[in-house]
């Protein structure tokens, strides 16, 4: 099955600086890749996804890139804020199936 | 995408008792998921449930620990049956279809 891999695990930037967590899958047959954004006490909220046949999609302070080739994913936030302090989780997707990486805390210090 | 109102939001129970998580989706959703999600853990699938169907459980969950309902394709609900304090987690519904899939705000169950 597939296997998803997410890093780091914690994350601590200065706010204003950009953070990049990174993700690789190992089924090629993995087409939608969604990215996750979990505050405490909810569930996860999508905030950017890609599909397979697209490299690169940005909505604002957030992009998402995709390179097939080496099967991996990674979100870009940049000018981060206070607010993008969350538990980020990526995931792969074959049909109805996702494949869950396992986090990031991402902190943004004032 | 679809809105899904899942209730409770948090409970605390005793062990050896149930309860019921309930997931109201506000369009209908062709497929509904169920998750735990463990402290400081990613979500784990315990089960994929289709309308007029048995669901379908992962390795190491099982029907009589929890029991899945989805009369329609609207809602669905999910029992945590005689529980004990390793049952303790989030647990979060995820429904959806070709337009997308949502999850829930998820349930915070502490059983004591």
Redesign the interface.
Known sequence: GENVEQHPSTLSVQEGDSAVIKCTYSDSASNYF?W?KQEL??????IIDIRSNVGEKKDQRIAVTLNKTAKHFSLHITETQPEDSAVY?CAASIG?Q?Y????TSLTVIP | SAVISQKPSRDICQRGTSLTIQCQVDSQVTMMFWYRQQPGQSLTLIATANQGSEATYESGFVIDKFPISRPNLTFSTLTVSNMSPEDSSIYLCRGGGLSGYTFGSGTRLTVV
């Open positions: 969604p996750y006490g909810k569930g996860p909220q999508l989780f109805n996702f869950f990486g396992t986090g």
